[in-house]
């Protein structure tokens, strides 16, 4: 059963930590999307990697995001210094697109509150 | 700069009816497009997509409507069920390039009997 796995789902924090989510793609997925889900923006775009080398994140605040793929079963977000701002659910999804693209792969996601 | 717009936060339908969920985009890029479902504590699923080269894709009761000049697609239901009651999120990406999705802000369905 193929499925994208995040940790942790749940995670409250104090305002200036610094918090790690992780992400494991579907293996054979080339294609890793990281996304926030906010009530006024929908699901946002942060960033996204295709064979593990970032194509883009300029959906990111950069003073305080970053987002890497040490390896091809492993992607992480991380937040330093966190703010009560970040509070929203942050989903990770795959997909694959060495053929015609599809679709992507969401997993559970991580309810970040920051206090 | 929203790329991708649903106007609509939640609509009420009758178990039964058709639903139609609406979306605009803007990006002349863009030549693929979804919809996803999601229900609460749970990640989006995919539900159905459909290529600019198409007007109209069909999936059971779902049906997807493509109209290019106008920058707009929508989302049939028909016939509506309980199980339907989700968010739905629009999605585009253009398969050229980055090939990024961009989901819309959702629209909120809800079935009533």
């Known amino acids: 059963d193929a499925r994208v796995t995040q940790t942790p789902r749940d995670k409250v924090t104090e305002m200036g930590q610094e918090v790690t989510m992780r992400c494991q793609p579907i293996l054979g997925h080339n294609t890793v999307f990281w996304y926030r889900q906010t009530m006024m923006q929908g699901l946002e775009l942060l960033a996204y990697f295709r064979n593990r080398a970032p194509l883009d994140d300029s959906g990111m605040p950069k003073d305080r995001f970053s987002a890497e793929m040490p390896d091809a079963t492993l992607a992480t977000l991380k937040i330093q210094p966190s703010e009560p701002r970040d509070s929203a659910v942050y989903f990770c999804?795959?997909?694959?697109?060495?053929?015609?693209?599809?679709?992507?792969?969401f997993g559970q996601g991580t309810r970040l509150t920051v206090v | 700069d929203q790329q991708v717009k649903q106007n609509s936060p939640s609509l009420s339908v009758q178990e039964g009816r058709i639903s139609i969920l609406n979306c605009d985009y803007t990006n002349s890029m863009f030549d693929y497009f979804l919809w996803y479902k999601k229900y609460p504590a749970e990640g989006p699923t995919f539900l159905i997509s459909?290529?600019?080269?198409?007007d109209k894709n069909e999936d059971g009761r779902f049906t997807v409507f493509l109209n290019k000049s106008a920058k707009h697609l929508s989302l049939h239901i028909v016939p509506s069920q309980p199980g339907d009651s989700a968010v739905y999120f629009c999605?585009?990406?253009?398969?050229?390039?980055?090939?990024?999705?961009?989901f819309g802000s959702g629209t909120r369905l809800s079935i009533r009997p």
């Open positions: 459909i290529s600019s080269i198409k």
């Open positions: 999804a795959s997909g694959s697109e060495d053929r015609v693209w599809t679709e992507a792969f």
């Open positions: 999605a585009a990406s253009a398969r050229i390039g980055a090939s990024k999705i961009i």
